[in-house]
C-alpha cells in the first residue's frame, strides 16, 4: 500500500490528452515539492517534472505538472505511442522523515 | 555527462549480506544529495535510503532501518548500500539517483539486481 495514491493504468488514443493523478496528505504533498518518473519498459526510470510543474530541459512541453492542495496531477498532450511507460510520482513526507513514491500509472497508447 | 553505474548485486541467501556500490561521473558528487530506490519484479518504485552531501543527514526507508546502511566516498565518487540480514523480500532491482536541490532523485543509474534466496 503506497503512501501516494495514483490509479493504476491510464489509457488514450494518439492525440489525445491524458491526466494521471496523485493524492497525498498534508505531511507529502500538501507542504512538500511533487517529482514526477516516467519508467519506459526495462529501463531506469527518468524524471520527468520537478518541483510540481518543472520540466528537465529535453522533456517535451507536451508533458505538465501541477499540485493542489494534497493532490497533484500529470498531463500528457498529444499523446504518442512512445510515451506508454509506467509513471510515478513522489514526495518528500515530513512525518515518514523519508521519500514517498506513489504505485505508479501504467499507461497504454491504444 | 552525469553517469551512475552501480555494482556488487548478486544472488545471497536469507540472512546474508550484500554491500552495493555506485561510481559517479559527470558531476561534482561531493556536493549532491545521493539516493537508493528499489523495484521488486513487476512492482513499483520503494524509496530505501539517502545520504546528504557532506554524510551529515542519513534517511531510511522503515522496512530497512537497522539492517541498511548507506554511505559515500567523496573522494572517490562513490556512493554504497551495506545490506545485512537480508530477507526474501529485499529482491529488487537498486537504483543509485543522484539528488536535486531538494534530494529528490535526478538522475537514475541503470539499476543492479539482487536476488534473496535460499
Known amino acids: 500500500q503506497s503512501v501516494l495514491t495514483q490509479p493504476p493504468s491510464a489509457s488514450g488514443t494518439p492525440g489525445q490528452r491524458v491526466t494521471i493523478s496523485c493524492s497525498g496528505s498534508?505531511?507529502?504533498?500538501?507542504?512538500?515539492?511533487v517529482h514526477w518518473y516516467q519508467q519506459l519498459p526495462g529501463t531506469a526510470p527518468k524524471l520527468l517534472i520537478y518541483?510540481?510543474?518543472q520540466r528537465p530541459s529535453g522533456v517535451p512541453d507536451r508533458f505538465s505538472g501541477s499540485k493542489s492542495g494534497t493532490s497533484a496531477s500529470l498531463a500528457i498532450s498529444g499523446l504518442r505511442s512512445e510515451d506508454e511507460a509506467d509513471y510515478y510520482c513522489?514526495?518528500?513526507?515530513?512525518?515518514?522523515?523519508?521519500?514517498?513514491f506513489g504505485g505508479g500509472t501504467k499507461l497504454t497508447v491504444l | 555527462e552525469v553517469q551512475l553505474v552501480e555494482s556488487g548485486g548478486g544472488l545471497v541467501k536469507p540472512g546474508g549480506s550484500l554491500r552495493l556500490s555506485c561510481a559517479a561521473s559527470?558531476?561534482?558528487?561531493?556536493?549532491?544529495?545521493m539516493n537508493w530506490v528499489r523495484q521488486a519484479p513487476g512492482k513499483g518504485l520503494e524509496w530505501v535510503s539517502s545520504?546528504?552531501?557532506?554524510?551529515?543527514?542519513?534517511y531510511y526507508a522503515e522496512s530497512v532501518r537497522g539492517r541498511f546502511t548507506i554511505s559515500r566516498d567523496n573522494a572517490k565518487n562513490s556512493l554504497f548500500l551495506q545490506m545485512n540480514s537480508l530477507r526474501a523480500e529485499d529482491t529488487a532491482v537498486y537504483y543509485c539517483?543522484?539528488?536535486?536541490?531538494?534530494?529528490?532523485?535526478?538522475?537514475w543509474g541503470q539499476g543492479i539486481l539482487v536476488t534473496v534466496s535460499s
Open positions: 539517483a543522484r539528488g536535486d536541490s531538494i534530494g529528490a532523485p535526478d538522475y
Open positions: 559527470g558531476f561534482t558528487f561531493s556536493s549532491f544529495n
Open positions: 545520504i546528504s552531501s557532506s554524510s551529515t543527514y542519513i
Open positions: 498534508s505531511s507529502n504533498i500538501g507542504s512538500n515539492y
Open positions: 518541483r510540481n510543474n
Open positions: 513522489a514526495a518528500w513526507d515530513d512525518s515518514l522523515s523519508g521519500r514517498v
